[in-house]
């Protein structure tokens, strides 16, 4: 029998009129996306991610209005609890906080960027795994052919490319 989890939702006012859903399971941060996104769906084969230390749901959303109004976020890896990363992945991860708003690259163009040429695959698998997303800002990598996926849906990967973030 499959175990049944708890399921969290919060919605907070964001981008002036948007509604941003936030899903947590196990006290642990798991879900990100907008009001009309179907939450439910998107946890049926999901596996839940530790990210925040049960402290500190306060302070990400203090982190993500500082990401709505578009200001310089310091993000020390040492706060998060992400225990299902790698070093590596880690690493990979620290390179891309450091793009700015509206600076978007293709997995390839990062991975020259971040000088590891041949680790295009590896680079996916990272943002795969990107367990804060719009904080980490994994939708700053675009596939090559503007394919648009993203774990929470594509409408809000469209507005969050469309007004530069």
């Not at 070093?87 to 990062?110: A, N, P, W």
């Amino acid at each position: 029998m499959r175990e049944q989890k708890i399921i969290k939702v919060f919605k907070i006012n964001i981008f002036e009129n948007k509604i941003l859903k936030i899903g947590i399971i196990d006290e642990k941060l798991s879900y990100l996306g907008f009001e009309k996104d179907n939450i439910y769906q998107f946890y049926k084969g999901y596996k839940v991610r530790n990210v925040l230390k049960n402290d500190q749901f306060d302070k990400y959303i203090e982190i993500l209005r500082k990401f709505e109004n578009k200001e310089k976020i310091e993000l020390n890896f040492e706060d998060l609890f992400l225990p299902n990363l790698t070093e590596k992945q880690m690493e990979v991860l620290k390179e891309l906080i450091k793009l700015k708003y509206g600076e978007y690259m293709t997995y390839s163009d990062f991975a020259k960027h971040i000088n590891k040429p041949d680790h295009t695959r590896f680079i996916a698998t990272c943002m795969a795994k990107n367990p804060i997303l719009l904080i980490i800002p994994c939708h700053r990598i675009i596939s090559r052919n503007n394919e648009i996926k993203y774990r929470s849906g594509i409408e809000i990967k469209k507005f969050l490319l469309k007004n530069k973030y």
